[in-house]
């Protein structure tokens, strides 16, 4: 049995669909109508198939399902809830285990800068010479560090960190590399003393479109967007970016107020 997340939504789910011989059109309504969380699995047993055939609509799951494979979606609380095999009959119990393992993290609440935590569930954070939320009240500027990790490893650059009390944000648009990026940096962190809280990833944005930012939200990290551009700004946050650095601070929370706003 392989248990495959779907995290990147719609696509994500229709790439799966498409590489199992669905028409694209079928393919693309099908994942449209589906939760954004999901998972490929294949390899389960016949009996097992039948067993979360029933199991499926008693958790409000969807399920789709072909010759050795299946998808399953769903909400992250329902996902959730089948995950916890002790309540499953026992063919489903190591697919549970699975799911469970894959399931994304809980979403940061706050970051640390010099002056304090600020909340990230309030609205958006706004770092350049003169930090603030834009729903709350001015902060002081925060020199966190950045740095994309090298031959020297992130224990000079987290143990620096922790000196000053500013935060980590590693840059990588590579989902691979983060993960390696962020696993090092936690091991690190346990190493210094350091908040694992202060540790942010910044996806790569101002590359064309910007990286699906579902696969980053599984770390349970902050995510950065570091530019001047409005647009950009504007975008990151519609698709999940909380912390913001920026040279021209005014612009930014301009755009990322207008965004609001308008719902985006």
């Not at 693309?28 to 198939?49: H, K, N």
């Not at 970051?111 to 902060?139: C, F, H, K, N, T």
């Not at 925060?142 to 944000?169: F, I, K, N, W």
């Not at 939200?217 to 001047?228: A, E, L, S, Y």
Request: glycine share 12%.
């Amino acid at each position: 049995m392989i248990v495959t997340a779907l995290p990147g939504g719609p696509t994500a789910i229709r790439n799966a669909l498409l590489s199992h011989g669905w028409e694209g059109a079928s393919s693309a309504t099908s994942a449209g109508a589906l939760e954004p969380w999901a998972y490929q699995v294949t390899g389960l047993a016949t009996d097992a198939v039948e067993a979360l055939l029933g199991t499926a609509a008693k958790y409000g799951l969807d399920l789709l399902t072909g010759e050795g494979w299946v998808v399953l979606s769903g909400a992250r609380s329902r996902l959730s809830s089948l995950a916890r095999s002790w309540t499953l009959p026992p063919e489903l119990q190591p697919l549970a285990v699975e799911i469970g393992r894959g399931l994304p993290a809980d979403a940061p609440e706050f970051w640390r800068v010099r002056s304090g935590p600020v909340s990230l569930v309030e609205g958006p954070v706004v770092l350049g010479r003169e930090s603030r939320v834009v729903a709350g009240d001015a902060i002081g500027p925060d020199d966190y560090m950045d740095q994309v990790l090298g031959a020297s490893g992130p224990c000079p650059m987290v143990a620096e960190a922790h000196r000053t009390g500013a935060g980590v944000v590693f840059s990588s648009p590579s989902l691979p590399r983060s993960l390696a990026l962020i696993a090092a940096a936690l091991d690190a962190a346990i190493l210094v003393g350091l908040d694992p809280e202060q540790i942010a990833i910044d996806p790569g944005w101002g590359l064309g479109a910007g990286p699906d930012l579902a696969v980053f939200r599984g770390f349970g990290r902050p995510i950065v967007c570091t530019t001047d551009d409005p647009v950009v700004a504007a975008l990151a946050w519609s698709r999940g970016a909380q912390l913001f650095r920026t040279t021209d601070p005014d612009a930014i929370r301009g755009a990322l107020r207008t965004a609001t706003q308008l719902g985006a």
